[in-house]
């Protein structure tokens, strides 16, 4: 029967008297974990970065953009004109089935002024059901009516990026701005966005009545002009139905011919988001396949250092067995310095790759997330590491003849 509590002492005995050499062994074990647990880390944050701006985006979004014009045989570029009126907005919303809501989008750069303040940012007219198209609560205040459409309502909601740089600690709702010299109250503030996935600040904005923007900020050489419509399908599962109506319908109010090209270009952006967060999770992927070169190495390293101490021991061996060892317990005490060694290894690893993770965290700015499965992952790796890289010198090390053990010098 294999006595494990005196192969075991007799392993750590061992790793004892050679601290040094242990220490040099375990190093690849402790920079594999660590660099598995840290790049894991790195690509798990981006992950839920992306996901974070995505979400902020909103759900089920389609993009109609005015498309490519012809003028005299000439093919204009893709938005020199634009093809979209408000006649459009309100027919995708009325006539396409798959189609839960729709915002009509007239924008523009302008500078606001508040008392001694400016701030060059983007303006943007549109409609009540923006909030919903865009998922946008607010965070203080109230969202501009249907009236105030109608009316073309000189009111406004405020980004967050708009109220720090304009305002500071003061309350904007009640204020007076003034957009391009027109003044306008401001009614509301944006909740925060924080990034798009193209690295844009969406709250740097402001939302104005789309009519105030056509009649009063921007002018419009066509009544109704829009240069964007946002589409909010019912469902994930409406998307495709969704596009497809809104392509047949622009096609028919525009008047385009069977073999004509669109004048209108529509965009699905949740399949480009979900592209966005494919790539994301190869990358993580990639980081943790690479990380784990390193314990391979490190496994290596064990492999070899156990085939030294294997010929360093060969009379210890040659004794043991001389006095009754079995073939199993040499095998077993070699295992047992080899999962030693990456089991120790392993725990440091993981705190050197925590630690690695906060200090990227706070230097570099990255996102970092440390999950409990790439703990378990990297820890449970080192082990078999271990195992499959002790098991042949401790294979080797129980084949040895006692006496050409004895003899050996």
């Known amino acids: 029967m294999i006595n494990i509590p005196s192969t075991l002492k007799i392993s750590l005995r061992a790793l004892r008297v050679n601290k040094m050499r242990s220490a040099l062994t375990m190093l690849g074990v402790i920079i594999g974990v660590g660099a598995v647990i840290a790049m894991l880390a790195v690509g798990t944050g981006a992950s839920r970065q992306i996901e974070q701006q995505i979400s902020s985006m909103g759900s089920n979004l389609l993009m109609v953009l ?65 909030l919903n198209v865009r998922e946008w609560p607010l965070s203080a205040g109230r969202p501009f009516t249907e009236q105030d459409v109608k009316s073309a309502t ?54 104005v009545p789309v009519t105030t923007a056509q009649k009063k900020l921007f002018g419009t050489t066509r009544p109704r002009m829009l240069r964007i419509i946002m589409v909010k399908a019912k469902s ?34 949740t399949q480009m988001m979900q592209a966005a967060e494919e790539s994301a999770k190869v990358m993580r992927l990639l980081l943790g396949a ?22 360093e021991r060969t009379r210890e061996i040659g004794i043991r067995m001389a006095i009754g060892a079995k073939t199993w317990d040499i095998r077993l005490q070699f295992i047992i310095e080899a999962l030693t060694l990456s089991f120790i290894g392993g725990v440091i690893g993981i705190i050197a790759g925590i630690s690695t993770s906060h200090i990227l965290a706070i230097f570099a700015g990255w996102t970092t997330i440390v999950s409990p499965l790439s703990i378990l992952l990297a820890f449970g790796f080192s082990g078999l590491v271990g195992i499959f890289f002790g098991f042949y010198p401790a294979y080797k090390a129980s084949l040895l003849d006692p006496i050409d053990a004895l003899r050996y010098e």
């Open 66 to 130: 005015p498309g490519a014009t012809s003028a005299g045989g000439v093919r204009m570029g893709a938005g020199t004109q634009s093809t979209l009126t408000m006649e459009d907005a309100e027919a995708i919303l009325k006539e396409s089935s798959a189609v839960s809501d729709v915002a009509p989008v007239l924008s523009g750069v302008a500078q606001v002024v508040y008392g001694n303040q400016n701030w060059a940012t983007g303006v943007t007219g549109t409609t009540p059901s923006m």
């Open 154 to 207: 000189k009111v406004c909601l405020l980004g967050q990026t708009v109220v720090d740089n304009l305002f500071g600690g003061i309350d904007p709702v009640g204020q007076i701005i003034r957009i391009k010299k027109i003044p306008f109250t401001v009614i509301g503030v944006l909740g925060s966005k924080g990034q798009s996935p193209t690295g844009q600040d969406q709250d740097d904005t402001i939302y």
């Open 236 to 269: 994930t599962e409406d998307l495709p139905a969704a596009e497809k109506q809104v392509n047949e319908l622009l096609r028919q109010r525009h008047r385009i011919g069977p073999r004509d090209d669109n004048d209108f270009t529509v965009k699905n952006l």
């Open 290 to 311: 690479i990380a784990s070169v390193s314990l391979l190495v490190g496994g290596i390293g064990i492999m070899n250092i156990m085939l030294v101490s294997v010929t």
